[in-house]
Each structure stands twice: as C-alpha cells, then as structure tokens.
C-alpha cells in the first residue's frame, strides 16, 4: 500500500505564507489535503487528480491555497494570505480506488503538520 509523508507547516503570521509538502511512496492517482481544526471535523481543503492536474478547493481557502504536484510522486499546497482560522493540523491523503470524489473515500493517510497562525 502505497505510504505518504508530509513535510512543511509551522508558524506564521496572518498575511504570511507557508507550504506543505506530501511524498508518496509509489505513484498515486488522486490526491487531497485535508485540515482539523480545533474542536471541528475534518474537511478536505484542495484535491488534485495527478494525471489532468484538475483541482478542488473549499470556498474558504480559493484564491489563497494553491495544490499542485511534480513529476517525482511529491505533492505541495502553497497557502498564501494566511488567516488565524487556517490553524490546524493538515494531512494528504488519497484513495487507494482512485476515486477522491468525496471526504469517506480517502483512506490511506499521511501523519500530519501542524500549521499555526497567529494574528
């Protein structure tokens, strides 16, 4: 079963920027980044198909997340315009049936980053 390792995160200001990064260990079809926040479910932020390079974004983060992927099996979501309520713990993840149409079917998991921004 193909593994994921996320990389990244840390602390920033609101305004500020980081990125992510998410290494599988195999090629993967699918993939999406996913953040908990405290006291709140997990959402699936940003989704990309590897192939097409189609993306997904929640309303809360268009225009100021960016997912993409390489050519090495490594996936990046760049966040920009950072805000206090973008604090969590963000995950890749991706489904081993190369669907990733919905939140349930994601089922291999990275460990997560944790992001903090502070206002």
């Known amino acids: 079963q193909v593994q994921l390792v996320e990389s990244g995160g840390g602390s920033a200001q609101a305004g500020g920027s980081l990125s992510l990064s998410c290494t599988a260990s195999s090629q993967i079809y699918c993939m999406g980044w996913f953040r908990q926040r405290p006291g709140k479910e997990r959402e699936l932020v940003a989704r990309i198909y590897i192939s097409s390079g189609n993306t997904y974004y929640v309303d809360s983060v268009k225009g100021r997340f960016t997912i993409s992927r390489d050519n090495t099996n490594q996936m990046y979501l760049r966040m920009d315009s950072l805000k206090p309520e973008d604090t969590a713990m963000y995950y890749c993840?991706?489904?081993?049936?190369?669907?990733?149409?919905?939140?349930?079917?994601?089922?291999?998991w990275g460990q997560g980053t944790q992001v903090t921004v502070s206002s």
């Open positions: 993840a991706t489904d081993s049936f190369s669907r990733c149409r919905r939140a349930t079917e994601y089922d291999v």
